[in-house]
């Protein structure tokens, strides 16, 4: 554990659209490569701590000059605002290029 950082990097069944998704290849995986959607788990990242356990919604992204595709997320039971860097260099299940990229109508006028 480094900070406020614990490292958690399991396989899982997204709540969102049942498909199987695999531990990240480097990094923590936190969302579906497919749907991009996430589930309100933690307080700090990674402590599982969060009772909402709402699903987060990916709404927007940003682009970030160190960590490059930020997803940004809101919760659909607490509203709560999070972030996550997008996984799109996993060899092994990448992020869904596609669906980033229609994020984008979401906040353009």
């Known amino acids: ?63 970030d000059s160190k960590k490059g595709i930020v997803l940004l997320f809101t919760c659909e039971k607490c509203a709560a605002k999070t972030r996550n860097k997008a996984n799109q260099d996993d060899p092994l299940c990448p992020d869904n290029y596609d669906a980033i990229l229609a994020l984008t109508k979401t906040w353009m006028p």
């Open 1 to 63: 554990m480094a900070g406020n950082f614990t490292h958690i990097n399991d396989s899982f069944v997204c709540e969102n659209c049942d498909k199987n998704v695999p531990a990240a290849s480097s990094g923590c995986r936190n969302h579906c490569p497919h749907c991009l959607t996430s589930k309100h788990v933690d307080i700090k990242p990674g402590d599982r701590q969060n009772t909402c356990l709402g699903l987060l919604r990916a709404t927007g992204y940003e682009l």
